[in-house]
Structure formats: C-alpha cells, structure tokens
C-alpha cells in the first residue's frame, strides 16, 4: 500500500487513538500562576505562589496570599529537569488543597544554575540549585577539620555559575580562623565566623534579601546554622563520628526556606564529592582578570600549573601581579585535577 506523505503543516492522526489529531502547536498557558520550586520528592514539586516569592517578571495583578501547591511536571516539558529555586508556570487546581495536583508548564529562564558533576571522569552535569545569587560554603574549624580542597572545587563550581561565593566558618570554638581565613585572603572570598551558641548576625546580614545556597560536607553544621536562622526550619542535626571524622546525612534534599528579614537560604544534603568533569581550565581562569591576559604568552597546551615554561611565572615575577594570586589560581586549577572527594 502506498504511503501518504505527510506536509510539514499537516495535523497528524496518532495510530490507534481514533481521530484526535496531535499537533506541533502548543498551548501559550498565558493564565499560567507563576511559582517557585521550594522543594522537590520523586517526581512531585512543592511551589510557592501568590506575593512576595521570587519571580521571573513583575506580576500584573495581586493574587492574595502565598499557597504551597504541589504539582507534577507537564509532558510537553519532556525531559526538562526542574530543581529547587527554580521560577515556573503552573497551570491546573493551584489552591494547595490537599489532594489536588497541579502542572508545570514552564520552566522560566534561568539566572544561574549551580552543579557538579558526580566525578571528575563524569562529565555529566548534576543541577543543584537555580538562581541562586550567593553560595554560601560551610566548613568546621575543626570536629571535622577543614578540607581547604573541597573548598576550592566548590569556589570553582561558583565561578562556573556566576554565584557570589561566602565563606561561613563555623565552630570557631574549636579552632581559630585566621590560618583558613590567611588562604582565602588573595582570592578576596568575603568570610564570616560563627560559634557554637554565638550569635548569627553576621551571616544573617550577608543573606538577608539575597538566595543563598548553603552548601558544605556533612557535620559541618549547616542544619544547626538553618535552625538559628529559621526557627521554625527544625532541620534535623547530626554528630560527627568519632572514628571517621565524617558527619552523617540527615538533610535528605534541597529546600528553600524564607529568611524572617527577607531573603532566601535553599540548604543542601551534606555532600561527600564535588566533581568538576564539566568544567573547564578557561572557566577557573576567568575568575583571575589579573592573570588571564598572561596566558596568551604561555606555549600551546600549558597546564598553567608551574611547568611547560608557563608564562605566569615570568608574569608574577616582573611584579605585574601578586603571587600569592597565582598560587590560589594554581590551587584552584589543581583542584581540578584530582579526585571529587579529595581531601
């Protein structure tokens, strides 16, 4: 039997679906409710709608009071993944009634996406958090002790963001700053130092109407830090194993939570690894205008990390910038080159 030949324009009959036609045109949704993604559990996402959430555009008129809606993602979205700080359109029963679902018909456009990749042989990128604006990376002093690469490769994924990085310090009863606070001093990462039972306000005002991501290893008291900025967070908390120096994961998922003073904070589960397969040299070299116009002069293929006769060592020493920025860099690019959970 001869086949039809069907024209670009034409409506097609799906086989065995009767005669509803499918076509390529889809549904603009322009009464779609704009929502953020404050959570998200196997396949269903928590948003917030109504005022004062985070939005793509200015809202045309008021909605009332905000709702936490659950909502599947629409099949038109396909394979799109949705994460925790994303900004969407949802359509369908959006009064966050139990028992009543909504759908996500649009993904808006992303400001920023912070990821990772599983290792540093999979180039793969795993999405974290959209449209953060700070990364707030949380390290113990000690009890577990400070693990100057694994906060280098997370410097290194806020860069590949666009994300202003933070460094909170915490169990500054423990141990003093200043060694850990020295390192980071060249690369000009702000910091603050918080202690157990301490006051917050320091941190409180570094987040206060921004997002911020808090991310860190387990036991370094992110939850603890969530707790005293939220009070009704009640984040579950963890001790560190005596045996092993690691704490345990008992954040399970991101999730935002609004500060009191306005703001944002999305915590993450305690990561292990922070692979940077999907990141490449060009990137971490942005991050150093100081250094980056030298590289032009070094030979083809130069790792830039202090051989191959690398043309930032000739830079730093004619006194054009300091070396101290040179060591962070090739700290940084280092960072790169060894193993996601290096410590």
Not at 74 to 85: D, N, T
Not at 190 to 201: A, E, I
Request: net charge negative; charged share 30%; glycine share 8%.
């Amino acid at each position: 039997m001869r086949k039809r030949q069907y024209d670009e324009d034409d409506v097609r009959v799906r086989p065995g679906k009767g005669s509803r036609p499918r076509t390529r045109i889809r549904p603009a949704h322009s009464e779609a409710v704009e929502g953020f993604v404050v959570a998200v559990d196997r396949g269903r996402y928590t948003c917030l709608v109504g005022e004062g959430v985070p939005r793509a555009t200015t809202p045309k008129k008021r909605r009332g009071e905000r709702t936490l809606v659950v909502a599947m993602k629409a099949r038109e979205l396909g394979r799109k993944g949705i994460v925790v700080g994303d900004r969407v359109a949802l359509v369908g029963d959006v009064t966050g009634q139990p028992d009543t679902l909504a759908r996500i018909v649009r993904v808006e456009e992303r400001t920023s996406m912070l990821r990772r990749s599983a290792d540093d042989v999979d180039d793969i990128e795993r999405p974290i958090v959209a449209n953060a604006d700070q990364l707030v990376i949380v390290t113990a002093l000690a009890d577990p002790p400070p693990r100057p690469r694994m906060i280098d490769r997370m410097l290194v994924a806020a860069y590949d963001a666009d994300i202003e990085p933070l460094l909170c310090l915490t169990k500054a009863d423990l141990a003093p700053a200043d060694d850990l606070v020295a390192m980071y001093e060249p690369l000009g990462v702000p910091y603050v130092v918080v202690r157990k039972g301490g006051p917050v306000d320091d941190l409180a005002e570094a987040l206060a109407d921004r997002i911020s991501v808090l991310v860190g290893h387990s036991g370094v008291g992110k939850s603890t830090l969530v707790n005293e900025l939220v009070p009704h967070a009640r984040r579950a908390v963890s001790h560190v194993n005596a045996v092993t120096g690691r704490g345990r994961h008992t954040s399970t998922s991101a999730v935002a939570l609004e500060l009191p003073g306005g703001g944002w904070i999305i915590d993450t589960p305690g990561v292990r690894s922070f692979g940077l397969a999907h990141i490449s040299v060009e990137t971490v070299l942005a991050a150093f205008p100081d250094l980056v116009d030298a590289t032009t002069e070094c030979p083809k293929g130069c790792t830039h990390l202090g051989d191959d006769d690398c043309a930032l060592d000739r830079y730093v020493a004619e006194g054009h910038a300091d070396p101290a920025r040179l060591e962070s860099l090739r700290r940084l690019l280092a960072s790169r080159e060894g193993s996601a959970d290096d410590d």
